[in-house]
């Protein structure tokens, strides 16, 4: 099986070049297969030449080991997208840019120790010197991710790889680190192939597109002539499937199924009334002040500054004295960057963390009150769906066993039989099919998998999801399936959600009313039209600012 077929295309030198396509497009093998690191025995073909400082121009596909592992570092480098898997866990930040320059430019001691300070600072680090002291866990993602931007810069490349380097950064720091890539690409006069799913991280960075889908390369060109007229349907659909603030919010989203089967002859979209304007999901929220959970000055507080043996010497509040409330039928987004207490805050709704002051309270009843046989009941009534299926799913079990072992620990539907027919009406319910049942969570799809784990919470009939993170892994095509499925499954069951979220354009497709966290606390909440509209807190209007726009300038 081929998983790219005769692509040909040119990077120039400080020219930033976008390879865009969905999981399984074709993209990271492109990536790869250049670097020489594609691992197994697969067959490749064609040519990929490379102008190179030291030997003028290089085949890389031909190339010899021992010669591209001389140019790996030095001439071409690769940002990886998950930095704390790309770099060494039990070395400091400093000591593996240092090997770098020592492999390749014979730099050593000071002379390297002071190259890596300059590089840590080049990539914007707020305190350099500390990060050269750090261990990786010791860092933020995003400075661990400028961490790899110094290292792959370490020698001045003349071409630099990004394979998805901003997917799971939070908007203001995905534009910090795009800024930084755009003035280190025109610094170095480096030729960037910046490889994404996110269109809108195209328009921001990219001088031309190339688009993949499923191997093959359908349609290139000027960013803006891509994305102001597109020719093929797949990049119609990418285009259209992204949730985007516009005049009309939208309660259903394009895919680029729809896309894929529209004739060459018919609209270069499909007409809007396909998509109904967005309404409140549930038209009396406003008026009749229902509240299904509550928290009143919820604070959580970490201790700080102890060793193995030594007690810790302060604290610090990831949650400080928040109050929020959810409404029966009502999606609440919660939006912040990393760090700023939205899980944690999650975790006391779920009763997986216990608050150090406030209380939670669900349908008026407290939940420090609860005895086991109500935390029980709880725990079917409020439910989480996590950011990672796969990992959230048991990769020794069926789909049919992670939805029927629920049921059975519940003692819902009586019997067997009853609960497998339970679990092909969920199967159903989330656009899976019955075949499915039998199947292991690697024989899935990301999309597939995030169904399931919607099905599998669905399971015990909640009237709460905790959604968190939940589609922020997914390509925008999935994302646009699983939030559909989202608001439909809200609009049938009537189910209340919690959507904790870094993605403030899909805080604005799915939510009715949002709260803006920073540092802990809520600085802002309303309805998302006010608070996405009119934000009134300088925070809310610096998110608002770092969203990437939707068309190219």
């Not at 297969?33 to 030997?55: D, E, I």
């Not at 999606?331 to 939205?342: D, F, R």
């Not at 989202?486 to 949002?514: C, P, Q, Y």
């Amino acid at each position: 099986m081929a998983a790219v077929r005769g692509m040909s295309f040119e990077v120039r030198r400080g020219e930033t070049v976008a390879l865009v396509g969905e999981s399984g497009s074709g993209k990271s093998v492109t990536s790869l297969a250049l670097m020489g690191l594609l691992g197994g025995n697969p067959q490749v073909s064609g040519s990929a030449l490379l102008q190179t400082k030291q030997f003028g121009e290089i085949d890389l596909l031909t190339a010899p080991e021992n010669q591209k592992r001389k140019l790996r570092g030095r001439e071409m480098a690769m940002i990886f997208q998950e930095p704390m898997s790309s770099l060494n866990p039990v070395h400091r930040c400093g000591e593996q840019i240092d090997e770098v320059l020592r492999h390749h430019l014979g730099l050593i001691g000071a002379q390297a120790a002071a190259r890596s300070l300059s590089l840590l600072t080049a990539a914007g680090l707020p305190d350099p010197a500390r990060a050269a002291r750090a261990y990786p866990h010791e860092l933020s993602g995003g400075q661990k991710q400028r961490v790899m931007i110094a290292m792959a810069l370490a020698c001045s490349p003349s071409l630099l790889i990004a394979d998805e380097p901003t997917t799971a950064l939070d908007v203001t720091v995905q534009a910090r680190i795009l800024r930084l890539l755009a003035d280190l690409r025109a610094e170095h006069d480096a030729a960037l192939l910046f490889i994404t799913h996110d269109l809108g991280v195209v328009a921001e960075i990219a001088d031309r597109v190339l688009v993949l889908y499923r191997g093959d390369l359908v349609e290139s060109g000027s960013v803006q002539e891509v994305f102001r007229n597109p020719q093929h349907p797949y990049t119609r659909g990418l285009l259209a499937c992204r949730p985007q603030r516009t005049a009309q919010r939208l309660a259903v989203l394009p895919t680029v199924a729809d896309f894929l089967w529209i004739a060459s002859d018919e609209p270069a979209q499909p007409p809007i009334s396909n998509y109904r304007p967005f309404t409140t999901a549930n038209s009396k929220l406003e008026t009749q002040n229902s509240k299904l959970l509550t928290a009143t000055n919820l604070t959580v507080r970490y201790p700080t500054g102890g060793g193995l043996f030594s007690r810790a010497t302060g604290s610090v509040a990831a949650v400080d004295g928040v109050s929020l409330t959810l409404a029966p039928g009502e999606t609440l987004a919660l939006v912040g960057e990393s760090g700023c207490g939205k899980s944690t805050l999650g975790r006391v709704l779920l009763g997986l963390t216990k608050p150090s002051a406030g209380t939670v309270t669900f349908a008026d009843e407290d939940l420090t009150g609860f005895s086991a046989a109500r935390w029980r009941r709880y725990r079917r009534e409020v439910q989480l769906i996590f950011q990672d299926p796969l990992a959230a799913l048991d990769p020794m079990q069926t789909a049919g066993a992670a939805l029927t072992e629920p049921m059975l620990v519940h003692g819902l539907h009586g019997s067997d039989a009853a609960r497998r027919a339970r679990a092909f009406d969920l199967l159903a319910r989330v656009g899976l099919q019955a075949e499915h049942f039998g199947r292991y969570p690697h024989e899935f799809s990301g999309g597939q998998r995030q169904r399931l784990c919607i099905a599998r919470a669905l399971a015990l009939e909640p009237q709460v999801l905790v959604c968190d993170e939940s589609v922020s892994a997914l390509d925008v095509s999935v994302q646009a399936q699983v939030l559909n499925l989202l608001n439909e499954l809200k609009r049938s069951l009537g189910l209340a959600m919690l959507f904790i979220t870094h993605d403030l354009n899909v805080a604005w497709f799915v939510a009715d009313r949002v709260a803006v966290m920073q540092r802990g606390r809520i600085v802002e909440s309303g309805p998302a039209d006010a608070v996405f509209n009119d934000p009134q807190h300088e925070y809310t209007r610096t998110l608002l600012a770092a969203v990437p726009r939707a068309e190219p300038v």
